[in-house]
């Protein structure tokens, strides 16, 4: 699934599966893996997309559900 699957700017609700190396929460919506720093395993969050790459997009906390 290609970078069409989200867009910047989207608000979405995130399940938070793990941590990357650097601390961001990784999450996955749509097949595409998503980063959301200041979250951390089994968070509910929800989130707005920031950016969007080839393969993950960059996320940031609205809140904690």
């Not at 996955?28 to 993950?56: L, N």
Request: proline share 2%; no cysteine.
């Amino acid at each position: 699934m290609g970078a069409g699957a989200l867009r910047a700017g989207e608000v979405i609700n995130i399940r938070i599966e793990d941590v990357a190396f650097g601390g961001s929460g990784v999450g996955r919506v749509q097949g595409m893996v998503v980063f959301v720093p200041y979250t951390v395993t089994h968070d509910e969050a929800e989130v707005k997309i920031i950016s969007v790459r080839k393969k993950f997009a960059v996320a940031e906390v609205i809140r904690i559900l």
